[in-house]
């Protein structure tokens, strides 16, 4: 995350470093830095040296980079898109070994689309819930689990547009790498 500012920069995006968060209307006061910085620390009460714990880390970086796409590559909403997509429909029990293999997918796949952009939901359209809410609740373990499970399910909701071109590429995927 160390290079959204330079990547902000490639997508021709002034970020403001006052008041809430220009993307995702986290209640921050230092913009989009503060928001970053909160999702970067992480919520304190989940231990994410347990493997049962680690659904809630994909769910997050998940959920932060679809409601900040202009931080971001161009092919990455594909991939936080696809992913959430595979966790909540297709019930996928995610693992770190997946992730490489859902990138190389996608590396296969952009080949043949160089014209494929996705465009985001208009800022603060993004799922209701942000980092500010998280963080607000990151003493009380369960809790924050609740809520990253439903800041992931609103943010996927709000990119409903791409539900159909990104179960085209899951089902592809599943075939080859889940069954
Ligand atoms: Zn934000």
Not at 44 to 52: A, G, R, V
Not at 95 to 101: A, D, E, G, T, V
Not at 117 to 133: A, K, L, N, V
Not at 141 to 149: A, G, H, L
Request: one cysteine or more; proline letters at 3%; glycine letters at 4%.
């Amino acid at each position: 995350m160390q290079d959204y500012i330079s990547i902000a920069e490639k997508n021709n995006v002034v970020l403001l470093d006052k008041g809430v968060c220009q993307f995702c209307g986290a209640n921050t006061t230092r913009g989009v830095h503060e928001c970053v910085e909160i999702f970067s620390l992480g919520f304190q009460s989940i231990d994410y040296s347990k493997k049962e714990n680690h659904s809630y880390r994909f769910l997050s970086v998940d959920a932060h980079t679809l409601q900040h796409p202009e931080i971001h590559g161009r092919w990455n909403n594909h991939f936080h898109l696809l992913r959430l997509h595979l966790i909540f429909i297709y019930k996928t029990h995610w693992n770190y070994q997946l992730s490489p293999k859902l990138s190389d997918h996608l590396n296969a796949y952009k080949v043949n689309k160089p014209d494929e952009f996705s465009i985001p939901p208009e800022i603060y359209q993004r799922g209701s819930i942000t980092t500010t809410d998280i963080i607000a609740r990151s003493n009380d373990e369960d809790k924050c689990k609740k809520m990253i499970k439903k800041w992931a399910e609103e943010v996927y909701q709000a990119w409903n547009d791409y539900h159909t071109l990104i179960d085209e590429i899951a089902k592809d995927f599943s075939k080859k790498h889940l069954f």
